[in-house]
């Protein structure tokens, strides 16, 4: 095998080799927390690797699809509250007809009229009674529903349904949202394009903290079922304490372990079944189709492909992808928390995995994944043992001292403004570079 062929294995031992001292060093449960979140960031960065990799899109929305998914797990897997549906459930639900029955009134509109003052003036009226009509349904209803018990629950729940089953369903969503998104701004020059996927983003993000009635807004949703049993569930079992006990290990501590490695298994699942459909899909005549266009949109346009239709194709593939991951990622924690989706989180640490990965490179993008994730969990311990040996001259009780070992949190955006820079200076197209 070449030295080319070789660095791919090579450096994923490498990555499994950090985790493994984890382990060791640390705890088990630890490396398996970054094994699991590790999984999942992979999934993501596949996902940003098909729009950027793949087409050249600027997608600086990341957090939006990611947002998407989670709040499908919620939609899915959460019991309905029956005293919310009771109290204004129909009310909420034909406001919002009433606003969707707008919109293609509006639309069906503009296709019938010809352009002119009437078919601005008609557009304008049925969405302005739309809004006004549903908003008069709506409100009620909604403030109905959220004085519904608030600080239990003052939403109306989901479906109460497997939670698994929201994952599938979290890429369809993801997708028809992708779909909205690359309608309005797939014609966008590449930095417009950026800016207009972060603002959606924010506007996803907006909703989910400020509309309690869907999910609780701020107050979060926690409880959500698991596809793998609690902890408390093992422990109660008689025969899994005493089997533990025997093998000299604490049960505790290995409930813990196996619930870590139940969810490792479905993500492992998740994650080689999405890697074989995108490597199938690079490697086809459509793959090379998309990196022709990537690299020569007038030539490939010349060449008879439809450039519009494939970056939109693209653009929905990837969030359907970042989608899932999302959803996988709110079960994992067991609860929605909108306020936690940050861009420097779930878009900017997304973008290093991609770019230090190799962008174009399904492998880089996995290995992106669980090297930046390890290093943005492992480098404020590591930054704080560090700084505390070079402080260890200084007295205590030394400003200076305090000072630096006050400063190791921030150890984490040094780092990886320093990875970024070494990887663009001495590696530009990434450890695992687009063959």
């Avoid at 972060?198 to 926690?222: C, F, P, S």
């Avoid at 995995?353 to 930046?372: E, P, Q």
């Amino acid at each position: 095998m070449s030295r080319a062929g070789l660095r791919t294995p090579t450096l994923f031992i490498l990555v499994a080799g950090l985790i493994a001292i984890t382990g060791f060093a640390q705890s088990w449960n630890v490396a398996l927390t970054i094994v699991n979140m590790g999984l999942v960031s992979a999934i993501v960065a596949l996902g940003l690797n098909m729009q950027w990799g793949y087409a050249g899109l600027f997608n600086i929305g990341v957090m939006g699809f990611l947002a998407v998914g989670g709040l499908t797990v919620v939609l899915v897997a959460m019991p309905p509250v029956t005293e919310a549906w009771a109290a204004g459930g129909a009310a909420a639900l034909a406001g919002l007809a009433i606003g969707v029955a707008a919109l293609v009134g509006a639309v069906l509109l503009r296709r019938r009229l010809p352009p002119g003052p009437l078919r601005g003036a008609g557009t304008a009226a049925i969405l302005l009674a739309g809004y006004v009509l549903g908003r008069a349904v709506f409100i009620p209803g909604a403030d109905a529903i959220e004085r519904v018990n608030p600080a239990g629950t003052g939403f109306l729940g989901g479906f109460g349904l497997p939670v698994i089953l929201a994952w599938p369903l979290a890429g369809a969503l993801a997708a028809g949202a992708a779909w909205v998104i690359a309608r309005i701004a797939l014609g966008l020059r590449a930095d417009y394009l950026a800016i207009a996927t972060l603002g959606i983003a924010e506007i996803i993000i907006a909703i989910l903290k400020h509309e309690d009635w869907l999910t609780r807004g701020v107050k979060n949703v926690v409880g959500i079922p698991r596809p793998v049993p609690f902890e408390v569930e093992l422990l109660r079992d008689p025969a899994f304490v005493a089997r533990m006990q025997g093998w000299g290990l604490d049960p505790v501590s290995a409930a813990s372990i196996l619930v870590k490695l139940a969810y490792a298994a479905l993500f492992v699942v998740v994650l080689a079944l999405l890697m074989w459909m995108a490597e199938k899909a690079l490697n086809s005549p459509w793959g090379r189709m998309m990196r022709a266009i990537r690299d020569n949109e007038v030539a490939a346009e010349a060449m008879g492909k439809d450039v519009t239709r494939r970056h939109l194709q693209i653009f929905v593939l990837g969030a359907a992808v970042m989608g899932i991951a999302g959803a996988m990622m709110t079960t994992l924690d067991g609860q929605l928390t909108p306020g936690s989706y940050q861009p420097l989180r779930f878009t900017f640490l997304v973008w290093v995995m991609v770019i230090v990965g190799g962008s174009g490179s399904n492998w880089g993008a996995v290995l992106g994944g669980f090297l930046i994730w390890w290093l943005w969990v492992m480098v404020e311990p590591i930054g704080l043992w560090l700084l505390g040996v070079l402080t260890t001259p200084l007295p205590e009780g030394s400003a200076l001292k305090a000072h630096l070992l006050g400063s190791a949190q921030h150890m984490r955006l040094i780092t990886m403004g320093l990875i970024l820079l070494l990887v663009l200076r001495f590696a530009p197209r990434g450890l695992i570079p687009e063959r």
